[in-house]
């Protein structure tokens, strides 16, 4: 529960000093992969900004409910084809585990909410859903693995797709 301790320190310090929150945000950008964390299904959590968002665990599959105060009613994301695995022990880097989690997001005119999940057998995907939007804002898919960083240029993606001949090969995406 690391990330949720930080979590609420960056949300009142986002409330009480809108420009310098942005500074916090970044420095806890490198460390997503320790923080994200699958959290207990129903557990509502704020969104910087305005809203909340919460994970459920319905029907033998994830729901998403993102709310924002913009809206009348919460956006429903399925996520029933998500995965989430846990690593077994710290260092433990067996099929990228540590990545897998969810995670409020803040960059540039995007706020909402981050998915690291598995998809299939050893894929990992990244969704990006705002807090406003119906739809995913972007959708990232890793053969085997994606990584995230915080970069001079941006928000970074790094993620490994295969070629025509399966050979593996490193894609990079810039938020």
């Known amino acids: 529960m690391i990330f949720q301790g930080w979590h609420s320190l960056c949300h009142r310090f986002l409330q009480r000093y809108p420009l310098r929150a942005v500074l ?16 207990a299904s129903g557990t509502d959590l704020p969104l910087f900004g305005a809203g909340s968002y919460r994970l459920d665990y319905v029907d033998h599959g994830w729901r998403l409910s993102i709310r924002s105060d913009y809206l009348t009613s919460p956006i429903q994301h399925d996520l029933s084809d998500c995965r989430f695995c846990a690593a077994e022990s710290v260092g433990d880097e067996s099929d990228n585990c540590q990545m897998d989690g969810v995670f409020p997001l803040v960059f540039d005119q995007f706020n909402g909410v981050g998915v690291v999940c598995h ?5 990992q995907r990244l969704l990006l859903f705002d807090s406003v ?11 085997y693995y994606l990584s995230l ?24 995406e810039m938020f």
């Open 119 to 123: 998809v299939g057998a050893h894929s």
């Open 24 to 39: 916090c945000w970044l420095l806890c950008l490198p460390c997503l992969s320790l923080w994200a964390e699958v959290p």
């Open 133 to 143: 939007a119906p739809n995913p804002k972007r959708v990232l898919t890793g053969s």
């Open 149 to 172: 960083a915080l970069t001079s240029g941006g928000f970074e993606v790094t993620y490994d797709q295969l070629n025509h001949q399966g050979e593996p090969y490193e894609q990079n």
